[in-house]
Nanobody, 112 residues
């Protein structure tokens, strides 16, 4: 049974940083592209960043470029999203996805 469990969300002030984690089990993590998505209230889910199985290729949504960094540790079956210079527009539930499986999401709220 595939499980993806996100953590690291919370309340942060504008300009602050957060690091999200997603621990995978029941999946050959090292062989899959992994993706971070987010969904803000009243909006469609949008892709934030992707990473190749070995981590040598990454892609970002325009809204994330220069502020977010996706990375992975295949020995720990863990996906990361480092988010810097956060603003209110980043408020959303963040989900990791891999192998067609989704995590339950972690809430990120950016507010003063």
């Amino acid at each position: 049974q595939v499980q993806l469990v996100e953590s690291g969300g919370g309340l942060v002030q504008p300009g602050g940083s957060l690091r999200l984690s997603c621990v995978a089990s029941g999946i050959s993590f090292r062989f899959y592209d992994m993706v971070w998505y987010r969904q803000a209230p009243g909006k469609q889910r949008e892709l934030v960043a992707t990473i190749s199985p070995t981590g040598d290729r990454t892609e970002y949504a325009d809204s994330a470029k220069g502020r977010f960094t996706i990375s992975r540790d295949n020995d720990k079956n863990t996906l990361y999203l480092q988010m810097n210079s956060l603003n209110a527009g980043d408020t959303a539930v963040y989900y990791c996805m891999g192998g067609s499986s989704w995590g339950q999401g972690t809430q990120v709220t950016v507010s003063s």
